[in-house]
């Protein structure tokens, strides 16, 4: 099994290091990652400038590693042209949560996503951080129980991973949608002048078999997705209507 790895916060993340290692154990890895944090870049792809790619001054035992001047969706399009042989491509394990409405810009589930467009299967992981770094080591177990159940899919696929601090088991989920978290807050830069924060703010309780359920409730949140956002069945009302 050929595995290319990558991440949104960069290729000097714990995370990734956390994951390359657990990934090993499942066949060759190779790392293609942003070579700065890129998180909350959502699908954005570099096009009026060049890419470039340095091999990275760290070696994750004996793993190939390359960090990109680009954002998580750039890096996986660069590394499956390096490497055209991969069957699949994992992101993360990304330093915070990427749970119901923050998939619409997260950088992590991005590059899975251009994963998928690029028919190779694509799974995203993610963990909270609180006030202490992720326990990576207490979630390698997890994570390779994760692995075990979605690396071997033999359609491209999307899955979208969410582990809590302490798992206790793992759920099937569905995206938890909700009127967009996020605020915006004014503030104060040192010269008086005024400026803006975007922030986001935790909601009302979940919905039972959610993805940010199943996190509140220490499962490790699986949520397979696709990459089709028609409405469909307002498609077939609208197409109906119009036949009547
Ligand atoms: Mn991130």
Known sequence: MNILITNDDGIYSPG???LA??????????????????????????HSRP???????????????????????DCVALGLHMFPDTQVVLSGINMGPNLGNSMWHSGTLAAAKQATL???????????????????EGLSAWTRDVLKILIEDKEPALYNVNFPDQPQGIAWTRQSVRLYDGRVVSGE?????????????PLEPADKGTDRWAVEHNLVSITPLRLDLTAHDELAERVKREQS
């Open 51 to 73: 890419l470039s790619y340095r091999r990275a001054p760290i070696t994750f035992e004996d793993i190939e590693a390359f960090r990109v001047n680009g954002t998580p969706a």
């Open 189 to 201: 830069d040192p010269m008086g002048r005024e400026n803006y924060w975007i922030t986001v703010v």
């Open 16 to 18: 990734i290091a956390a």
């Open 118 to 136: 690029l028919g190779v299967t694509g799974i995203a992981l993610s963990t909270p951080v609180g006030k202490t770094e992720p326990d990576f």
């Open 21 to 46: 290692r657990i990934a090993k154990q499942f066949g060759t890895v190779k790392i293609v990652a942003p070579d700065v944090e890129q998180s909350s870049m959502g699908h954005a792809i570099t």
